[in-house]
């Protein structure tokens, strides 16, 4: 599982990483604890998946400017 928190955005973080399936790993929405949101996924590697997931989220308009924080849970 990975940990996503940030404060805004984050109906389009769930959006954007529930769609999101890059070198075969995806995401699947799990729940919302305050700014923290929660995601399964498909891949053992939680680190790679972190990484892809901040970067997808970086790619986005809305992204390159948001402050968050992603790691492995």
């Known amino acids: ?9 984050q109906d389009k973080i ?3 990483l529930n769609n999101h399936n890059e070198d075969g790993t995806q ?4 729940e919302k604890k305050g700014i923290n949101l929660y995601f399964e996924t498909n891949v053992d590697d939680l680190e790679k998946a972190s990484k892809l997931a901040k970067s997808a989220i970086k790619k986005q308009p809305w992204g390159s ?8 849970s």
């Open 1 to 9: 599982m990975i940990e996503i928190s940030s404060a805004v955005q």
């Open 14 to 16: 769930i959006e954007l």
């Open 27 to 30: 995401f699947f929405f799990k």
């Open 65 to 72: 400017v948001l402050y968050f924080r992603c790691s492995p």
